[in-house]
């Protein structure tokens, strides 16, 4: 039971990582320091995909579910809901690439406007 928990826990720290990837640009708007978090996660979670390589929690979650006994993600909330995202079925080389661009085009949005805002604020205090 004990590590059946753990797996679940991890699945859930894997998801909030995977959403600070994706969004954490957004995050910096309301926090500068989240920059110097956000920068190596992007460039991981990058990597990661263009690589074709998955990320180390994964084997560790089904390290851990072996251990607890079980078989694969059947069953629970966590299962059927987070690790469907997670782990899609049917993923490909060409759809990893395309969350790539994906990833990089929300944040370069996300960027863009942190960007913006940097330097309307720099001009306002040469003025």
């Known amino acids: 039971m004990g590590r059946s928990l753990l797996a679940d826990a991890l699945v ?18 309301l926090r500068r320091w989240v920059l110097y978090a956000h920068l190596p996660a992007l460039a991981w979670g990058c990597w990661i995909e263009l690589s074709g390589r998955i990320c180390p929690l994964t084997p560790l979650e089904n390290l851990l579910r072996r251990q607890a006994g079980e078989a694969g993600y059947g069953g629970g909330f966590l299962q059927h809901y987070i690790i469907v995202v997670l782990y899609p079925p049917g993923l490909t080389r060409q759809m990893q690439w395309g969350l790539a661009v994906a990833l990089v085009a929300i ?12 330097r309307s604020r720099a001009a306002g205090l040469r003025s």
């Open 12 to 29: 859930v720290v894997h998801f909030s990582f995977t959403l600070f990837v994706i969004f954490g640009g957004f995050l910096v708007w």
């Open 107 to 118: 944040n370069v949005v996300a960027y863009a406007v942190v960007w913006r805002r940097w």
